[in-house]
């Protein structure tokens, strides 16, 4: 089974920064992607960044593109989310999943971590 643990939430104002981390355990791994998801009070989940293991591939959603960036570490299989220029509008819970490369579905998440920005 595969275990997913994030780390590094919190409150910081408007304009600031902050790194999300999550590290996978329980198997080995390979040839996966490791994405962030996000939700809002009353608003859907909605996908953030997404890395892959092998190649290192990256994806953001629109709304980050330039301010977040996303990396891994395979050694640790760790995958880390450098948030940046912070908005109020970025406020939710995060979390990592874990999805194989043969599959289009997410199939393990992470407890969530807060990330509440003030303006």
């Known amino acids: 089974q595969v275990q997913l643990v994030e780390s590094g939430g919190g409150l910081v104002q408007a304009g600031g920064s902050l790194r999300l981390s999550c590290a996978a355990s329980g198997r080995t791994f390979s040839n996966y992607a490791m994405g962030w998801f996000r939700q809002a009070p009353g608003k859907e989940r909605e996908f953030v960044a997404a890395?892959?293991?092998?190649?290192?591939?990256?994806s953001f959603a629109d709304s980050v593109k330039g301010r977040f960036t996303i990396s891994r570490d395979n050694a640790e299989n760790t995958v880390y989310l450098q948030m940046n220029s912070l908005k109020p509008e970025d406020t939710a819970i995060y979390y990592c999943?874990?999805?194989?490369?043969?599959?289009?579905?997410?199939?393990?998440w992470g407890q969530g971590t807060q990330v509440s920005v003030s303006s």
């Open positions: 890395v892959t293991w092998r190649g290192g591939s990256t």
């Open positions: 999943a874990l999805r194989w490369l043969d599959r289009l579905e997410y199939d393990y």
